[in-house]
């Protein structure tokens, strides 16, 4: 069974990190070029001083780019989330949003450079806001991704 847009996001919403750390995805679009993930600021997901607890909005982005990547990319590349910084801009209060995009385009200039099994590291960035449109942080990801060795081997 193919693992659908829709039951990935519903599947990552229950999984038990993001369950107990009041992050849920809302939509992975169709293409895989897409993704909106919320975080529920709570008494779970709060600091000491009631706004969002910094690790659970780095959790809120931790996948995603290298999610989009690796499902347009298909079976034949290795794909890793390596690294990632986050800039706090305000306090977090109520839900927080984070918008992920990976444009086919972007995608298909990865899978050129990884051509013949070569390294290739790529960042990408979002921003996390609050209800009202206000930039709560800024997100940087940074994406792995290698053509797998049987197939650079197969074309040899």
């Known amino acids: 069974m193919r693992i659908t847009p829709r039951r990935l996001a519903l599947g990552m919403s229950l999984w038990i990190p993001n369950l107990f750390s009041g992050i849920r995805i809302r939509r992975f679009r169709d293409d895989w070029t897409h993704a909106t993930v919320e975080l529920h600021v709570n008494v779970f997901t709060r600091n000491y001083v009631k706004t969002a607890f910094g ?11 290298f999610m989009l990547v690796m499902h347009q990319l ?6 890793w989330d390596t690294r990632g910084e986050i800039e706090f801009v305000k306090p977090g209060r109520g839900v927080l949003t ?14 050129e450079k990884a051509h013949g099994g070569a390294k290739v590291l790529e960042w990408f960035e979002t921003v996390i806001t609050d209800r009202e449109g206000d930039v709560v942080a800024r997100v940087r ?16």
């Open 98 to 111: 984070a918008e992920f995009e990976v444009s086919p385009a972007k995608v298909d200039e990865m899978r």
């Open 141 to 156: 990801r940074e994406v792995y991704i290698r053509e797998k060795k049987r197939v650079t081997e197969s074309r040899r």
């Open 74 to 79: 298909g079976r034949d590349y290795v794909v």
């Open 55 to 65: 690790g659970s909005m780095s959790a809120m982005t931790d996948p995603y780019f």
